[in-house]
Structures are given as C-alpha cells and as structure tokens.
C-alpha cells in the first residue's frame, strides 16, 4: 500500500456487501489496492472473488458500502469505465467474427484511436496467424488469449482478471506471465482471482485470501510469501473464515 | 414511511370499513331514489365507478412505488409495489364483474363495446402480465427489478389505453351512454361519496395488509439465506 | 459510439437466421386465418388491417428475442456493460437492429398478403409504409425493453408475450384501424386521432425503453 495521501488509491473498498437473493455473498470487505500494485485473490468457491471483481467492473451493484477506483466513486460514468479492464469467466467474444473483427469492434467500443494496437496485441498473445479465422473455432486457450487481448486493447489502468489461467496451456501461461510483468513496470494496477497459487505468486506483488465473503488473510505490505507457505496458510485461513463468519 | 404508513393504514382502516360499509349499503337500497333512465339495475352504479377509481388509484401507487424502488433499491417500494397491484388487480376484476353484471341486467348484453370495460379488460391483462412475471421470475433476483420496469410501463400506458378503447368504442355500438345518468337528485352525489369512501379505506386496508405480508415474508427469505449460507 | 454499436449487430443479423423464421412465421399466421376465417373476397377487406397487424405482432414477439439470446449466450452484454457506452445507448442501438429486422420481414410479407387477400396496397402507398413503420417501432420498442428481463425468467420466450402483448394493445387498435384507412385510400391527415395515438406510443415506448433500460441490465 503507498503511503502517499495526496494520490487516491486506485482500489478503495470499506463495507461492500452484496447479496445474491437471500444468499449473502459479500459481507464487508474492506480492502485498499494502491496503484502498480498486483494482487492475487485466492479463496475456495462461493467465497466472492468473482462477485467482487464484477462488482469493481460495474457489472455488479453493492448492496452496501462504498467502492472507489481512483477516488472515483462507483457506479462508474463513461471516462472512468475506460481507465478499466476486465476478463470474466467468458471471453466476451463474438463467434461469428473473427479475432481482428472482435477487437476492432471493442476498439471502437473504447475509444482506441491507433489502429495498429489490435495487430502489436494479437502478436503480444501469440494469435497473429489466426487473426482472420472466426472465433467460433478457436480452442478455450486461445478465447482467453484473445479475452486478454481485448482487456488490454484500450490500455487500462486497472485490470480486473477472473480466473485467467484456466484453460491456458503452459504457454498461454507464460504469455500472461509476461504480460503481468510489462504492466507492472507500466505501473498498471491488476487485480487477479485465480486458483493456481504457484502461477499467480510469479507475477503477484500481493496475496489476498478471501473466505464467506470477507478478506480472511492479506500479505499488505510485505511480499507475499512462497507458493508452499501460502498454501499453509491457505488451508489455514479457511478454517478462520468459518470462525470469522459464525460470530 | 412506508412502515408509518403501513402501521397507521392498519390501526385507522378497519374501524372505518364496517359501517361504512353497511351505511353505502343502506343508502344504495333503501335511501336513494331509483334512477329515471336505466331503473334498479342502475344502483350498482354507486360500487362500480368507486372500483373503476379505486383501481386507478392502486395502479398509480404500483407505478410510482416501482418507480421509487428503481430509483432507491429498497425492497419496500418493491412490496408496496407488488401490494398495490394485487389490490390493484382485485379491483380491476371487481370493475368488469360488475360492469358486466350491470350491462347484462340492463341490456341483456354480458359485453359491450363500452370504452371503460375495455380499458380495464387492457389494463386487467397489463398487470395480470405484471404478476405472472413476479411467478415466473421467482428464483432470479433481478425480478423486482423486471417487474417495477413492468410496473411503470404500464402505469404509463394507461392514458394510450383509454385514447385507444375510445378510438375503439367508435367501432362497437356505444351501449352504456351516460353512467352518470341523470343525477338529478343531489341524494345520489352523497350515495356516490359514501361509497368512494368505502372503497378508498377498503383499498387502503387490503393494500397495507399485503405489503406487510410481503414485507415480512421477505425479511423471512433474507434470514433464511443468512441461516443457510452461514 | 452509437453507430459503431449499430454497425455490429447489423453484421451480426446477416450471419443470423432471424429473418427467414420471421417471414415463414408471418406468412404462417395469414394462411391460417385464410383457413380458419374463410373469408369471402368482399368481406376480406374489412378484416384485412387486423389480419395483417396480428401476423405481424406476433411473428415478431416470438422472434425478438433472439436477438438477445445471441447476446447472452456469449455473454456479450458484459462486454458492454464494461465498455465507456450508455445503458440507454445500447437500448437504441438494439432498437434500431429491430426495427430494420422487422420492417425487412415486413416488406416481403406484404406483397404475400395482399396477394392472398385480394387487397390492393396501392391505394395509398407512402401512407401505408408511414402507418407501417409507426406500429413497426412501437412493437420493436416494447419488444426490446422486455425481451432481455423475459430471458431471465424460468419460461424464457414464452413469457415476452405474455409482458409485451397487452402493453401493445393500444398500438394494434390504432394500427389497426389506421391501416385499415390507408388501404381505403384516405390520406395520413384524416386520421386523427389514430395517428396522435401511434406516434404517442412510439414517442412513450422508446423514451420509456431509453430511461428504463439500464434496470433491466444492470444487476
């Protein structure tokens, strides 16, 4: 976390709570994320990674409690909404057009001015000799790259990504991985829910646990630990979840 | 303030609508003078048109309540939405039994062209669509929000209803001319306002009895889902 | 922004399906009520803008919502929920794609039922695709405000009739007799009050669907 006041964090959440009908999914997370900083979610199922993630991308309402992203206060106007990536479960893609197609098309979206973004993109994911096939065709790993692609197309200073590394051979993986590393040094803000602990504490700056909706374990400011002492206390903090949750 | 309306609907109402009740009856059967033009069967009059009004007035609270639940996200406008129009809907039905009833005893016709049986037949289905979408919504939680969108649509519409059932009035033979008759006798205009007054307690009762078994079956639903996730 | 979003579906109606169903599903109705009414020539007139307005209604309250179906199958409405555009926006843009669906599978189904009915178009033709066009809008805007809450409901598509149709009520009676004039002849000025209530609707239906619309999407 910086310390410096005078720039707003670029994630700030104190209180957020969301329920699914009567299922509550989030119950106050209290979170602040600063800027440049990588932080891998972890957290069993149904603990809120992805609800948390939809919440900060604007697809999601909180219930209670406020969110800020970049001292901006959600819900997000138009000029906020494009300083934020995401990459959900599904790849937002179109199937019957192909690669080059669906990222023009999200490039107009976006407001992306330079055309050449799309091509030094597809390359960047490793999709350049496939760009004019539809994308019904392409396998999962090669959706998610080109989902990636297009989270990035308009240079967003905060990437939301749910669970990127499923589906991703070794490979996809290793694209990410650089990919991570090139924000980082862009001073991108990149919030990441994954399950692959080892994979995410590569690029990873911080290490969150999430667990019945609540943050169970934050590495804060220290770097977090090595994969085997992070699942200790993975295991660990699922137990502690329960406790926290049942007072 | 929908609980301080709730709370003060359910303590004034039901004192109110008993002998109201039996004082509109009275006064239809056995005080008011029988109408020139259209005879006894012009007497339910005096609990047809306080219904049609009533009805209106349930659904202009379901649009405005919907409205408010759209704008403010709290469940409470959604089940003062969703009381009024069940109540709303009661009324509606009311309306077209007796406007029914009445055509029939007077003209010997179960239906007519008439521009306000039609309108509520319009907007008995509007909001009939209203509660089969809160059915066939049940499990999604966007529901209420599909439903006030409903709500208000239909709420709206209601101006295009009745312009749209005059324009179709000119194709059927205009059968009940005057409801209002001949009100010549200042005795009708008292009958007419007892009965408004039946109605609109009435409506105002049911209404807050529904909202309050919404609103305590949904704190039930919240409760439960804490039990269960927890 | 508008536009580009408009660009897009229009490709993507090319590479769909829809309009075949829609013009098989239109004529479908008018054979039916061939059948089931058996009308004589001379009485088929009088009946003829109801019978037309029904087939469309309904042709096309089965097939709005496939539009959406596409969109929520790829869960591209995410895609853009995220993007800088405006709820309301996405509303027009999917109004627009439409509307131009519907009137296309209007254009050939007119000519089929004036066939099958005998009845001459030419009597008043601009007025004819103004009064057309009119209702045409009314049903699309209904249509795809409601279209996107039907498909989160646990009967889908059988449920955008039960919400749109008694909405549309009061658009078909001034459709109906609106058209039902045009074909007579009499000119657009001579409707009264069935042309304020048509283009009242359509004024009301798209402001509506504009402001309403983020409700539907938004969780």
Redesign the interface.
């Given at each position: 976390m910086t310390g410096n006041k005078a720039i707003p964090a670029a994630v700030s959440i104190r209180g957020l709570e969301r329920?699914?009908?009567?299922?509550?999914v989030l119950r106050r997370i209290d979170l602040t994320v600063g800027r440049g900083e990588c932080v891998a979610i972890f957290g069993p199922n149904g603990a809120g990674k992805s609800t948390l993630l939809r919440t900060l991308?604007?697809?999601?309402?909180a219930?209670a409690g406020t969110v800020e992203l970049f001292g901006l206060a959600l819900?997000a106007d138009?000029?906020l909404?494009?300083r934020?990536g995401?990459l959900?479960h599904?790849a937002?893609?179109?199937?019957?057009?192909d690669a080059s197609e669906n990222l023009a098309?999200?490039g107009?979206?976006?407001?992306v001015r330079d055309p050449s973004r799309a091509a030094a993109l597809l390359v960047e994911v490793g999709l350049e000799r496939v760009a004019s096939r539809r994308v019904g065709t392409f396998s999962r790993g090669m959706q998610q790259r080109l989902g990636l692609a297009?989270a990035l197309l308009h240079e967003p200073e905060l990437l939301l990504l749910d669970e990127p590394l499923t589906g991703l051979d070794p490979e996809g993986a290793e694209v990410l991985s650089r990919i991570l590393a090139r924000l980082r040094y862009a001073d991108v803000t990149v919030l990441m829910a994954t399950h692959d602990i080892a994979r995410a504490l590569e690029s990873a700056t911080r290490a969150v646990i999430l667990g019945?909706g609540q943050v169970a374990w934050d590495s804060g400011d220290a770097p977090p630990p090595d994969a085997a002492a992070m699942t200790v206390h993975y295991a660990m903090t699922a137990q502690y979840a329960e406790t926290v949750?049942?007072r | 303030m929908i609980d301080i309306l709730q709370r003060w609907i359910l303590r004034l109402a039901p004192p109110l609508v008993l002998p109201l009740g039996l004082a509109s009856l009275a006064a239809i059967f056995f005080w008011v003078p029988t109408e020139k033009t259209l005879g006894l069967s012009q007497r339910i009059f005096y609990w047809h048109v306080p219904a049609a009004t009533v009805c209106y007035l349930a659904f202009g609270i379901a649009g405005l309540s919907s409205i408010a639940y759209l704008r403010t996200r709290r469940a409470d406008w959604d089940h003062a939405a969703h009381a009024a129009v069940s109540v709303g809907m009661m009324f509606a039905t009311i309306t077209i039994g007796t406007g029914s009833i009445w055509a029939h005893t007077a003209w010997g016709a179960w239906w007519t062209g008439d521009s306000r049986l039609t309108t509520f037949l319009i907007l008995w289905l509007i909001f009939a669509s209203y509660l089969l979408l809160r059915i066939f919504a049940r499990d999604n939680e966007m529901a209420p929000r599909y439903a006030a969108v409903l709500a208000i649509v239909g709420t709206v519409n209601i101006p295009l209803v009745i312009m749209a059932t005059r324009l179709f009035r000119t194709i059927h033979p205009q059968v009940i001319n005057n409801p209002q008759g001949g009100i010549d006798d200042p005795r009708m205009v008292y009958a007419l306002l007892v009965s408004f007054a039946v109605y609109l307690a009435l409506v105002l009762w049911l209404w807050a009895l529904k909202l309050a078994q919404l609103r305590i079956a949904g704190r039930l639903e919240l409760l439960e889902g804490d039990r269960n996730a927890a | 922004m508008l536009a580009l979003l408009w660009k897009d579906l229009v490709l993507e109606a090319r590479s769909r399906e829809t309009l075949p169903a829609l013009f098989v599903l239109g004529v479908l109705v008018l054979v039916v009520f061939d059948f089931s009414l058996a009308l004589r020539p001379e009485d088929a007139g009088r009946f003829a803008g109801g019978i037309l307005w029904v087939a469309i209604v309904f042709a096309s309250v089965l097939a709005l919502g496939r539009t959406f179906l596409i969109e929520r199958e790829n869960s591209c409405i995410e895609g853009l929920l995220t993007s800088p555009l405006d709820r309301g926006s996405i509303f027009l843009a999917k109004l627009a794609v439409n509307t131009i669906l519907l009137l296309a599978f209007e254009a050939l189904l007119l000519p089929v039922f004036a066939l099958l009915f005998d009845v001459s178009l030419g009597a008043n033709l601009p007025g004819l695709i103004a009064v057309v066009v009119a209702g045409t809008i009314g049903i699309a805007a209904t249509g795809t405000l409601f279209a996107l809450a039907a498909l989160g409901t646990r009967a889908r598509e059988m449920v955008l009739p039960l919400l749109v149709l008694p909405l549309q009520i009061p658009l078909l009676i001034a459709a109906v007799q609106s058209t039902q004039m045009v074909l007579g002849g009499s000119g657009l000025a001579t409707l009264g009050m069935r042309g304020d209530l048509l283009i009242g609707f359509d004024i009301l239906a798209v402001t509506a669907g504009w402001m309403l619309f983020e409700f539907v999407l938004v969780d």
């Open positions: 329920r699914f009908g009567a299922i509550p991308a604007g697809l999601l309402r219930d819900p138009a000029a909404r494009r934020i995401y959900g599904d937002f893609l179109y199937r019957d057009l098309y999200y107009r979206l976006f407001g297009r019945r949750s049942a | - | -």
